[in-house]
């Protein structure tokens, strides 16, 4: 009996402890945070002007989803009634080129063996949901801000994911303001944003990253988290125009900005084969070319409207009921990006033409860590945990002495 109830201590004990433990891991990370200097950025300038879709061809559009999840870690997770054969076959039948399932924290391995594999993963435990979406994954990173993110924490994780990604996008920045839009005039280190997804719009952070002369592309993608419900599938996602559907070939386009982002209109409740029979022929975008200083769009279907969107996410032009339209740069536009509206309501978004100089579009210069400000958060931090942890010892001997007398 009284070894049993030392069994018993010793196991309430270690509940204790467990949570004591995670909580100092959690704070150790915080107080270990570089802090940065941040400066925002400054707006597109040059006698150049770059085009992301120079010499694209209308018949190399490949579909992609790079959001959605599988049963993973036991099935604790969203997603846990997922296959990964079920989630392959279902985005097949839908017309994608490309599938990719973002587990949480894991890269999911499966047809790895195939040349169209792309390892990808959603990074981020937190309860604001400051997450990522990693493609050409090579490793897990663990770290995270998982109770609040200050600018510096956010700027740290961007700057870790770089090391070991191909490819950063900031995921869903819209939901539960996981970053604010104020955040995309300083943060930098990451090539896009998921711009299109299920649960929130977030054009705002787009145009804000944008105006500040931080040349980041649209990603759209479901976020689906039960394939069997037809309303989360085959809602948003990315075209890539690329020569083949390898691996290194949609990489090497996505980073070159040939892609956008489409909203595809779909009625709630639609079945799968109505859903399937509707979208087997979508729009196709034939060319954008730039002439001189012209933009020049092309469509195979009439669009209900074309709009030309610039700096501080002004709108410049709108076209109606036409397959085509142009415009041209004026001395004060820093970039313009068009969207194209359908008649059914589904929407294409494409990456913005930019000025420019040197060798390519600028980005954010990545901030530098102000060494005091980083050591006066360490110092305060440690002496605190120190405070903290004496003062838990002299409580529990002066407890003990008390017990004694």
């Known amino acids: ?46 006698d150049k002007i770059y085009n992301p879709y120079k010499d694209i061809k209308s018949k190399d559009w490949r579909k992609a989803n790079f959001q959605i999840q599988s049963r993973a870690w036991g099935g604790i997770t969203s997603g846990s009634q997922n296959s990964n054969e079920m989630i392959f076959r279902t985005y097949k039948s839908l017309g994608y080129d490309i ?23 959603e990074h981020g435990y937190g309860i604001h949901k400051n997450h990522h979406v990693l493609v050409g994954a090579k490793s897990v990173l ?16 961007l700057n870790l994911l770089r090391k070991d990604n191909e490819l950063v996008y900031i995921a869903h920045p819209l939901l539960r303001n996981g970053y604010d839009v104020s955040d995309m005039k ?37 976020d ?20 083949t559907t390898n691996k290194n070939d949609i990489i090497a386009a996505l980073k070159q900005g040939r892609s956008f982002g489409a909203r595809i209109y779909r009625p709630l409740g639609e079945s799968f084969e109505d859903k399937i029979k509707r979208i087997s022929v979508l729009p196709v975008i034939k060319s954008v070319n730039l002439n ?31 397959n085509s339209a142009t415009y041209k740069f004026k001395a004060d536009d820093t970039y313009i990006r068009i969207e194209i509206e359908f008649p059914d309501h589904s929407a294409y978004y494409l990456n913005p033409v930019c000025r420019y100089s040197g ?20 110092i305060l931090g440690f002496s605190t945990l120190i405070f ?18």
């Open 186 to 222: 300083y943060l930098t280190n990451y090539d896009g944003i998921e711009v299109l997804n299920n649960y929130r719009f977030s054009i705002d952070h787009w145009d804000t990253a944008l105006s500040n002369g931080n040349y980041v592309t649209i990603l759209g993608d479901d």
């Open 359 to 378: 060798e390519a579009p600028s980005h954010i210069p990545v901030p530098s860590v102000n060494i005091y400000k980083t050591w006066l958060l360490r």
């Open 388 to 405: 903290i942890f004496v003062n838990i010892i002299l409580f529990k001997r002066r407890k003990s002495r008390q017990k004694k007398q």
């Open 99 to 121: 599938i990719a399932t973002s587990d949480y924290q894991k890269i999911n391995r499966y047809k790895e063996n195939e040349p169209f594999y792309i390892p990808v993963y």
């Open 224 to 243: 689906a988290h039960d394939i069997f419900n037809p309303d989360e599938i085959g809602h948003h996602c990315t075209f890539i125009n690329s020569p």
């Open 142 to 157: 663990w770290r995270d801000y998982p109770i609040f993110q200050t600018l510096s924490n956010k700027q740290h994780i």
């Open 1 to 46: 009996m009284q070894s049993l109830k030392g069994i018993i201590k010793f196991v309430i004990k270690l509940l204790l402890y467990i949570p004591a433990a995670i909580l100092l891991l959690i704070i150790l990370q915080y107080i270990t945070c570089p802090v940065y200097d941040f400066k925002h950025g400054k707006e597109f300038s040059g």
């Open 292 to 322: 001189n200083d012209t933009i020049f769009v092309s469509i195979d279907s009439v669009a209900k409207e074309i709009r030309f969107v610039g700096q501080n996410a002004t709108v410049k032009k709108v076209i109606k009921n036409s």
